[in-house]
């Protein structure tokens, strides 16, 4: 599918810039090149795709349907999770989402298995860890993340944290803000989803050339294994120092993929590597500060503990099953 582009990179790094092919700078352009074209690529279409089906599933629909008062809890749960995955959602959107689930009766602990599930299990992350790494570690990416998403939900549910949510956010009446999503056309609803697939990847592209840019410098400069006996699953403590580190970096799964990618080509086990992405993504600084206004402090410190542990506890079991 990208030979194409591979055979432009190299006619623009070799023919046009005319660097000696053997050399660590050849290999490194020529990456960021081919690798530039490919994830933008794959980015539009994943994120057309994903955006159209999510048409159906407005954050008000959401709250309507995990609303319903008969809903066995732990059914609840995973529900929350699974439509995490398929909302639109972004760190500004934490607040209200959270606001509008507690003035409509969800659980706090329900509402969490949604709040985790929305950012962990990225779409666009899916997508292009299925073209670069395949099926297999997809599917165990999902899985993962919609248990971490389920579990830490269950858990603060149990602890009865609802006293240490900011007490305005109980007084707030955000009302039915239903949109006539099914009312539109199919034609509008194509038009709304490149207009907002355009307007994402505005936003993204510099997160993205930034990522991709770091990956081919480490692969141009740095060797093969470089890095095996540092973060490879040999290192017991790789993981935990790999989400620690994560946790106050801010990007998207977009500019992430790449380097993961080049992580695992330095040695770095797939566990490590993933748990990294998990912890920018679920728990990245511009979150924690929006969930803030409506989380005191005891609350959202148990909500990074939680979700950072079942991150850690992930990358061990990505490192154990992928041997």
């Given at each position: ?270 566990g490590t590597s993933l748990s990294f992405m998990m912890s920018v993504t679920a728990l990245s600084l511009p979150e924690m500060i929006l969930l803030r206004r409506v989380l005191k402090p005891k609350l959202l410190g148990i909500f990074v ?19």
């Open positions: 599918m990208f030979e194409p582009v591979q055979k432009f990179a190299d006619i623009v790094t070799y023919n046009i810039f005319k660097i000696p092919q053997d050399s660590k700078l050849a290999s490194a352009v020529n990456f960021f090149i081919f690798d530039t074209i490919k994830i933008f690529i794959l980015l539009f279409l994943i994120v057309f795709v994903i955006t159209f089906i999510r048409s159906f599933f407005s954050p008000e629909k959401t709250r309507e349907i995990l609303s319903h008062k008969k809903q066995n809890i732990f059914l609840a749960h995973i529900l929350a999770a699974l439509l995490g995955i398929v909302t639109p959602f972004c760190s500004c959107s934490a607040v209200p989402l959270f606001i509008g689930f507690v003035e409509a009766g969800i659980p706090l602990g329900v509402t969490f298995s949604y709040l985790i599930a929305a950012p962990m299990v990225n779409e666009v992350a899916l997508g292009l860890l299925y073209a670069n790494f395949g099926l297999k570690i997809a599917l165990i990416y999902v899985l993962s993340g919609e248990i971490i998403a389920i579990a830490s939900g269950i858990v603060i549910g149990k602890l009865k944290l609802e006293k240490y949510v900011e007490d305005y956010v109980f007084k707030i009446k955000v009302g039915n803000l239903q949109i006539a999503e099914d009312k539109k056309s199919l034609k509008q609803r194509l038009k709304e989803t490149l207009e907002f697939t355009i307007e994402l990847i505005k936003k993204v592209w510099v997160f993205v050339v930034v990522g991709i840019g770091i990956g081919a410098f480490l692969h141009g400069y740095i060797p093969t294994g470089a890095l095996a006996k540092i973060a490879g699953k040999n290192n017991p403590f790789a993981v935990i120092f790999a989400t620690a580190l994560g946790i106050p970096l801010y990007s998207n799964a977009a500019g992430i993929i790449p380097l993961v990618s080049e992580f695992r080509r330095l040695g770095v086990s797939m503990v939680i979700v950072g542990c079942g991150i850690i506890i992930t990358g061990y079991l990505f490192n154990f099953i992928l041997g």
